[in-house]
């Protein structure tokens, strides 16, 4: 089955700077990543996605990457903010909404 | 829009009483549904999925006797801890799919903390 690894698991930057969240997958056939924010205590909340057929995509500050061949993709926050301290959840999922499997998560932590 | 709710957000019950967890999806119909656990500084576990009007298929590992998922209608879906204990205490996380050109994107409700004593 699929495996999802996700690094670094705890993460601190400074406001204003860069913050990147790399994971890998195991599982060719997956075709859908999707990123996921987590504030304390709620549901985590997609942020954005990519599919396999696209190697970038961009939302104001945020970017997501996909390496198909080296099965990897990150994500990249410019511009943090404090309010972008959560914890980031990568995601791989092949099929319709089904199959998702979670990476472990990253603690992201913007210091002012 | 994609906007899904659960009901209660938190719930305090006594050892051997059962639990309903309501999750909904308020502007989509839902082909699928899914629930997660979650423990402290852990990922989502996957529980199990449901789809509308079939019987909810569950993860390796979990009871579905103990954990009862009915799934209703295309926006409904219900997950009861039977006969809870202090051990089933967690952030029980539902989230709900529809298909759309391609994976189907999945959108979490915003979790129910259960606390059995």
């Known amino acids: 089955g699929e495996n999802v690894e996700q690094h670094p698991s705890t993460l601190s930057v400074q406001e204003g700077d860069s913050a990147v969240i790399k994971c890998t997958y195991s599982?060719?056939?997956?075709?859908?990543f999707p990123w996921y924010k987590q504030e304390l205590g709620k549901g985590p909340q997609l942020i954005i996605d990519?599919?396999?057929n696209v190697g970038e995509k961009k939302d104001q500050r945020i970017a997501v990457t996909l390496n198909k061949t080296a099965k990897h993709f990150s994500l990249h926050i410019t511009e943090t903010q404090p309010e972008d301290s959560a914890v980031y959840f990568c995601a791989a999922s092949w099929g319709y909404g089904q199959n998702f499997v979670f990476g472990p998560g990253t603690r992201l932590s913007v210091l002012p | 829009g994609a906007v899904v709710s659960q009901h209660p957000s938190r719930v305090i019950c006594k050892s051997g009483t059962s639990v309903k967890i309501e999750c909904r999806s308020l502007d989509f119909q839902a082909t699928t549904m899914f629930w997660y656990r979650q423990f402290p500084k852990q990922s989502l576990m996957l529980m199990a999925t449901?789809?509308?009007?079939?019987?909810?298929?569950?993860e390796q590992g979990v009871e579905k006797d103990k954990f009862l998922i009915n799934h209703a209608s295309l926006t409904l879906s219900t997950l009861t801890v039977t006969s809870a204990h202090p051990e089933d205490s967690s952030f029980y996380i539902c989230?709900?799919?529809?298909?759309?050109?391609?994976?189907?994107?999945?959108?979490f409700g915003p979790g129910t903390r259960l606390t059995v004593t």
């Open positions: 989230s709900a799919s529809s298909p759309s050109g391609g994976a189907g994107e999945q959108y």
């Open positions: 449901s789809n509308e009007g079939s019987k909810a298929t569950y």
């Open positions: 599982d060719s056939a997956s075709n859908y």
């Open positions: 990519i599919r396999s």
